[in-house]
């Protein structure tokens, strides 16, 4: 399962254990495994939370229509 997360504290650095670069500020779609699993427990990241692009949609066009 993938999830998107991101440093929980502005100017953290969290190293990603595939490639040793940082974890991107705005968050990144990560496979949630072990590593990702401790890291979200301990509170070194968060889960980033998105709306869907079609609800996006709908709520834009109930708002011309208004």
Known sequence: ???????????????K?????FLHEEG?????DKFWRRRLLCGDVV???TI???????ITKKSEDE
């Open 1 to 15: 399962m993938k999830i998107r997360i991101k440093p929980a504290k502005d100017g953290a650095k969290i190293p």
């Open 17 to 21: 254990p595939s490639n040793g670069k």
């Open 28 to 32: 990144e779609l990560v496979l949630l």
């Open 47 to 49: 889960e980033v939370k």
């Open 52 to 58: 869907k692009k079609k609800t996006v949609k709908k």
